[in-house]
């Protein structure tokens, strides 16, 4: 029987299969024809063309925050990413295990199905995001601790506290990299004159972004279009520069850990001191936010091994043990 488990993301999707490890890792972008309605491209061929498109193809993102915005799209996309991963045994209907948000409604539920089985899947199993997580970065999320799960992707970013194979109590906020993104395109607009793209937002976040400003700054040049003379122009810019453009996203972050915490029963909450917050999902390869979650909360803070990987690696292990994992599978058909 082949298995597939997919981490269905906002700015990335994550294949991964059993014995294989992971096989696909791509954007999740799709780039449609205008004129017929079809798909030209998905994933890093799609990606390529953004910004850079005639009227006549869109370029589209399907996922917003998490959640399928045109259901249509993910459907052609997801069809893409199966039968990628299945290769030449497209004629064989996989079982599919599909990560979802925490706080997902059930309408948003029937959607991911949905699209999944009009993909080509035989079955389909979803399972929340925060326990895949945890699971992918080794907790042992059925023992009677709390374990404490921060999760950082692109569209959202999840908090859970898990304990005995469930979560006790989590939050979820529409706040993840495109925002941190977002924020230093505004910033660079407003401070320096200088219109640029998401692109190379994301580029300035990964070479010099930190969480906590930093004694020895890092500096960069970019280059963008002058918003006076509409000439493009190159500046430099630093890394504390891009730690006050993120600061309010960074706070809404870490506002989160407060409020779980707030509702979490006492012997849980001495659990997650004892063994601190694990923080996986791309957000986590951002410099120091470790530092900056253990200087805020006082708790100990720590970056699971392979961030990124740890949902798409959380799948695979719930597929090869679907009867231990059982009472995490939120939806099946």
């Given at each position: 029987?082949?298995?597939?488990?997919?981490?269905?993301?906002?700015?990335?999707t994550?294949?991964?299969?059993?014995?294989?490890?992971?096989?696909?890792?791509?954007?999740s972008?799709?780039?449609?024809?205008?004129?017929?309605?079809?798909?030209?491209?998905?994933?890093?061929?799609?990606?390529?063309?953004?910004?850079?498109?005639?009227?006549?193809?869109?370029v589209s993102?399907?996922?917003?925050?998490?959640?399928?915005?045109?259901?249509?799209?993910?459907?052609?996309?997801?069809?893409?990413?199966?039968?990628?991963?299945?290769?030449?045994?497209?004629?064989?209907?996989?079982?599919?295990?599909?990560?979802?948000?925490?706080?997902?409604?059930?309408?948003?539920?029937?959607?991911?199905?949905?699209?999944?089985?009009?993909?080509?899947?035989?079955?389909?199993?979803?399972?929340?995001?925060?326990?895949?997580?945890?699971?992918?970065?080794?907790?042992?999320?059925?023992?009677?601790?709390?374990?404490?799960?921060?999760?950082?992707?692109?569209?959202?970013?999840?908090?859970?506290?898990?304990?005995?194979?469930g979560?006790?109590?989590?939050?979820?906020?529409?706040?993840?990299?495109?925002?941190?993104?977002?924020?230093?395109?505004?910033?660079?607009?407003?401070?320096?004159?200088?219109?640029?793209?998401?692109?190379?937002?994301?580029?300035?976040?990964?070479?010099?972004?930190?969480?906590?400003?930093?004694?020895?700054?890092?500096?960069?040049?970019?280059?963008?279009?002058?918003?006076?003379?509409?000439?493009?122009?190159?500046?430099?810019?630093?890394?504390?520069?891009?730690?006050?453009?993120?600061?309010?996203?960074?706070?809404?972050?870490?506002?989160?850990?407060?409020?779980?915490?707030?509702?979490?029963?006492?012997?849980?909450?001495?659990?997650?001191?004892?063994?601190?917050?694990?923080?996986?999902?791309?957000?986590?390869?951002?410099?120091?936010?470790?530092?900056?979650?253990?200087?805020?909360?006082?708790?100990?803070?720590?970056?699971?091994?392979?961030?990124?990987?740890?949902?798409?690696?959380?799948?695979?292990?719930v597929?090869?043990?679907?009867?231990?994992?059982?009472?995490?599978v939120?939806?099946?058909?």
């Amino acid at each position: 029987m082949k298995k597939i488990g997919i981490d269905l993301g906002t700015t990335n999707t994550v294949v991964f299969m059993p014995k294989k490890g992971i096989v696909i890792n791509e954007p999740s972008v799709v780039a449609i024809s205008v004129i017929d309605n079809k798909v030209l491209a998905v994933g890093n061929l799609a990606k390529e063309m953004i910004g850079r498109t005639p009227d006549s193809i869109v370029v589209s993102k399907p996922l917003v925050n998490g959640a399928i915005a045109d259901f249509k799209v993910t459907g052609a996309m997801l069809r893409y990413f199966i039968r990628k991963a299945g290769g030449f045994l497209s004629f064989i209907k996989p079982e599919v295990l599909i990560s979802v948000p925490a706080g997902i409604t059930s309408t948003e539920k029937r959607a991911v199905i949905e699209s999944t089985l009009n993909a080509g899947a035989k079955a389909v199993y979803l399972v929340k995001e925060p326990v895949l997580a945890a699971i992918g970065a080794k907790i042992p999320i059925n023992n009677p601790t709390g374990n404490m799960i921060l999760n950082i992707g692109g569209g959202t970013t999840e908090l859970a506290v898990i304990s005995l194979g469930g979560i006790v109590s989590c939050a979820s906020i529409r706040v993840g990299g495109n925002k941190l993104d977002a924020s230093i395109v505004d910033y660079i607009k407003h401070k320096h004159g200088l219109a640029i793209g998401e692109r190379t937002a994301e580029l300035i976040k990964i070479s010099i972004g930190s969480a906590v400003k930093q004694a020895n700054e890092e500096k960069i040049n970019i280059k963008g279009r002058d918003l006076s003379s509409g000439y493009p122009k190159t500046i430099e810019i630093s890394s504390n520069e891009i730690t006050e453009a993120m600061g309010e996203q960074l706070r809404e972050i870490v506002q989160i850990i407060k409020n779980v915490l707030e509702v979490t029963p006492p012997e849980l909450c001495a659990d997650i001191m004892d063994r601190g917050i694990i923080i996986s999902g791309g957000g986590a390869l951002l410099k120091n936010i470790d530092a900056l979650i253990t200087k805020i909360t006082g708790v100990p803070a720590a970056i699971a091994d392979d961030p990124l990987f740890c949902v798409a690696r959380g799948t695979g292990i719930v597929l090869d043990n679907l009867e231990a994992y059982k009472k995490n599978v939120v939806a099946k058909r």
